[in-house]
């Protein structure tokens, strides 16, 4: 269970602040029964500059973007979404947490059709650590390959994210557990390597990091994105293609990105060694650079933090409970 401590005390609802409690919703609601959800998950940093929250634009594009697939019309723009996020961080008096805006189709009517059911639009704030365990970004981690494949194309949208593909990643993640493994890796429908139940996948050969495509089913991650600009920007080719299984035990580095796992190396699959087994150069190179920005520790070049605090100065108005 989440404890009081550990999750905010307000939630933000449909354009209001509400006490955490309140933000219930009705067994009957088609989210429950159908599973008609988008969301996204952000992480908000305390860093040297005071509170940022890291690539808000991006991750409101593509909740947004979620919904339109879906066809869910959302009475918010995403100015007033992002506003929304930092007003929140503020109100719950937050330095770092983890933010969930998540829109669902509510309690209307009983079948599939989602139509006449309305749009509910959420936010809600926890603090959330490492998500693979506390050593997880240091020594790496031990994962499988997950018998499950991931969603196919033209089935559930990867693109999309969306409640229902998590029953995907849930399968993959109990297996992987069940089997003392800390997180499963999906293969696509032809086999080659889609990504973890809730992380992008990078593999480096021979000096090449390398991540699978969009057509491998994956979610567009932004932590993957920020890699990707940061390998750039140290001039370290990044190819995105299909990458045969085998890849990942001949690889020297292995690692996932995501916002709740940040960049976690992979130290061994299905019990096979990955390089030394241990994290490796660029791993720990594009590690500290990433954790240098969010830390505020080097200089927001791509400009990927959004202040918390200079929302108060600019709306002038100090967050009310509805
Ligand atoms: N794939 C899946 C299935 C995910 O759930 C996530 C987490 N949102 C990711 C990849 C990584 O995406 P991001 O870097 O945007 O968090």
Same mark, same amino acid.
């Given at each position: 269970?989440?404890?009081?401590?550990?999750?905010g005390?307000i939630?933000?609802?449909?354009?209001?602040l509400?006490p955490?409690?309140?933000a219930?919703?009705?067994? +009957?609601?088609?989210? *429950? /029964?159908?599973?008609?959800?988008?969301?996204?998950?952000?992480r908000?940093y305390?860093?040297?500059? #005071? &509170?940022?929250?890291?690539?808000?634009d991006?991750?409101?594009?593509?909740?947004l973007?979620?919904?339109?697939?879906?066809?869910?019309?959302v009475?918010?723009?995403?100015?007033?979404?992002?506003?929304a996020?930092r007003?929140l961080?503020?109100a719950n008096?937050y330095?770092?947490?983890?933010?969930?805006?998540?829109?669902?189709?509510?309690?209307?009517?009983?079948?599939?059709?989602?139509?006449p059911?309305?749009?509910?639009?959420?936010?809600?704030?926890w603090q959330?650590?490492?998500?693979l365990g506390?050593e997880?970004?240091?020594?790496?981690?031990?994962?499988?390959?997950s018998?499950?494949?991931r969603?196919?194309?033209?089935?559930l949208p990867?693109?999309?994210k969306a409640?229902?593909?998590?029953?995907n990643?849930?399968?993959i993640? +109990?297996?992987?557990? *069940? /089997?003392?493994?800390?997180e499963g890796?999906?293969?696509?429908?032809?086999g080659?390597?889609?990504? #973890? &139940?809730?992380?992008?996948?990078?593999?480096?050969?021979?000096?090449t990091?390398?991540?699978?495509?969009?057509?491998?089913?994956?979610?567009?991650?932004?932590?993957?994105?920020s890699?990707?600009?940061?390998?750039?920007r140290?001039?370290?080719?990044?190819?995105?293609r299909a990458?045969?299984?085998?890849?990942?035990?001949?690889?020297?580095?292995?690692?996932?990105?995501?916002?709740?796992?940040?960049?976690?190396?992979i130290?061994?699959?299905d019990?096979?060694?990955?390089?030394?087994g241990r994290?490796?150069?660029i791993?720990?190179e594009?590690q500290?650079?990433f954790f240098?920005?969010?830390?505020?520790?080097?200089?927001d070049?791509?400009?990927?933090l959004?202040p918390?605090?200079?929302?108060?100065?600019?709306?002038?108005?100090?967050?009310q409970l509805?």
């Open positions: 269970m989440v404890t009081e401590q550990e999750h005390a939630v933000w609802k449909n354009g209001k509400v955490w409690q309140e219930t919703i009705h067994v +009957m609601s088609h989210v *429950v /029964n159908y599973g008609s959800s988008v969301f996204e998950g952000i908000c305390d860093t040297k500059r #005071g &509170s940022g929250i890291f690539r808000l991006a991750h409101i594009e593509r909740l973007n979620s919904a339109h697939i879906y066809r869910m019309e009475p918010f723009t995403s100015d007033e979404i992002m506003e996020c007003q961080v503020l008096e330095k770092a947490c983890y933010l969930r805006p998540i829109i669902v189709r509510g309690y209307g009517t009983f079948g599939v059709d989602p139509f059911c309305p749009i509910d639009t959420y936010i809600c704030t959330w650590g490492k998500y506390p997880a970004i240091e020594q790496g981690v031990d994962v499988c390959v018998s499950w494949t969603i196919a194309p033209n089935t990867s693109m999309a409640g229902a593909n998590y029953m990643s849930q399968l993640k +109990m297996e992987a557990k *069940v /089997n003392g493994y800390v890796i999906a293969l696509d429908p032809q080659y390597i889609s990504e #973890g &139940s809730g992380e992008n996948i990078f593999l480096v050969k021979d000096g990091v390398m991540t699978p495509p969009l057509y491998s089913t994956i979610l567009p991650g932004i932590t993957r994105d890699v990707i600009k940061i390998c750039e140290m001039s370290i080719p990044v190819l995105e990458i045969p299984r085998e890849m990942l035990y001949i690889a020297d580095e292995v690692f996932f990105t995501g916002t709740a796992a940040e960049i976690t190396p130290r061994s699959v019990k096979v060694q990955v390089g030394a994290r490796g150069p791993t720990a594009v500290r650079q240098d920005i969010i830390a505020g520790e080097a200089e070049v791509f400009g990927w959004t918390v605090e200079e929302s108060r100065a600019a709306t002038q108005r100090e967050p509805a």
